[in-house]
C-alpha cells in the first residue's frame, strides 16, 4: 500500500537541527493521519506515494515547520498574577492566562514561561522550535485505511506534530 490522503503511516524519526544537535528521536513507530491535522504539509507532501520500509530525509526550512521567531508573542506579566508554583519551563494555554493579563496576548497560544524574575514572568508564544531549520529523518513502519472516525477528527489520537523541551515541572497551569 502507498501513502494517500486520508490513510493512517506508522512513523519513527530523528529530528536534529542544521548543527547536527539531536531534538527528539522516535524509536517505537507512532501514527499519524495523512491528510487530517496531525502533521505539517511539507511532512505529508513529501510522504506520498512511499511504502512501508521506505526513509525520507528532509530539510525543513522555519516556513515549512513551526515559523519564524515572532517576538510579538513575548509578553512580561507581572508575577504576582501567578502562583508561586510556576517555574520555568511550564506551559500555559493562553485561555487560562491568569485575569490581570497583557490583554493583546492571543488566547489560542500555548505559552512556555521562559524567565521569572521577582516583579515579572516572561510570556512566550511561540513554539519552541518557531525560526530553526530542521532535519527529519523518517521511516515509513506501517500504513493503513484511515477509520471514518479518525477522517472526522482529522487525526490518528496523536495530535498534530509536536515537539516539546524536555523541560522539568512542564505542565499546564488551569
Same mark, same amino acid.
Given at each position: 500500500?502507498?501513502?494517500?490522503?486520508?490513510?493512517?503511516?506508522?512513523?519513527?524519526?530523528?529530528?536534529?537541527?542544521?548543527?547536527? #544537535?539531536? =531534538?527528539?528521536?522516535? @524509536?517505537?513507530?507512532?501514527?499519524?493521519?495523512?491528510?487530517? *491535522?496531525?502533521?505539517?504539509?511539507?511532512?505529508?507532501?513529501?510522504?506520498?506515494?512511499?511504502?512501508?520500509?521506505?526513509?525520507? $530525509?528532509?530539510?525543513?526550512?522555519? #516556513?515549512?515547520?513551526?515559523? @519564524?521567531?515572532?517576538?510579538?508573542?513575548?509578553?512580561?506579566?507581572?508575577? !504576582? =498574577?501567578?502562583?508561586? !508554583?510556576?517555574? #520555568?519551563?511550564?506551559?500555559?494555554?493562553?485561555? $487560562?492566562?491568569?485575569?490581570?493579563? *497583557?490583554?493583546?496576548?492571543?488566547?489560542?497560544?500555548?505559552?512556555?514561561? !521562559?524567565?521569572?524574575?521577582?516583579?515579572?514572568?516572561?510570556?512566550?508564544? *511561540?513554539?519552541?522550535?518557531?525560526?530553526?531549520?530542521?532535519?527529519?529523518?523518517?521511516?515509513?513502519? $506501517?500504513?493503513?485505511? $484511515?477509520?471514518?472516525?479518525?477522517?472526522?477528527?482529522?487525526?490518528?489520537?496523536?495530535?498534530?506534530?509536536?515537539?516539546?523541551?524536555?523541560?522539568?515541572?512542564?505542565? !499546564?497551569?488551569?
Amino acid at each position: 500500500m502507498e501513502i494517500k490522503h486520508q490513510c493512517v503511516v506508522a512513523l519513527t524519526w530523528v529530528l536534529k537541527d542544521t548543527l547536527g #544537535e539531536e =531534538l527528539d528521536v522516535l @524509536d517505537d513507530p507512532v501514527e499519524f493521519l495523512v491528510g487530517g *491535522n496531525d502533521l505539517l504539509a511539507r511532512i505529508e507532501e513529501a510522504l506520498q506515494g512511499h511504502r512501508v520500509g521506505d526513509t525520507l $530525509a528532509l530539510h525543513l526550512e522555519p #516556513e515549512d515547520a513551526f515559523g @519564524d521567531y515572532q517576538d510579538q508573542l513575548l509578553f512580561l506579566e507581572p508575577r !504576582s =498574577l501567578f502562583p508561586d !508554583s510556576l517555574e #520555568e519551563g511550564m506551559t500555559i494555554e493562553g485561555h $487560562a492566562l491568569p485575569a490581570g493579563c *497583557n490583554a493583546d496576548a492571543p488566547r489560542d497560544v500555548l505559552y512556555t514561561v !521562559s524567565e521569572i524574575y521577582p516583579e515579572h514572568v516572561v510570556l512566550d508564544g *511561540n513554539h519552541p522550535l518557531a525560526g530553526i531549520a530542521l532535519r527529519l529523518q523518517l521511516k515509513v513502519c $506501517a500504513i493503513r485505511e $484511515a477509520t471514518v472516525d479518525e477522517v472526522g477528527r482529522g487525526t490518528a489520537g496523536t495530535g498534530f506534530f509536536r515537539v516539546q523541551p524536555q523541560a522539568p515541572g512542564s505542565a !499546564s497551569l488551569h
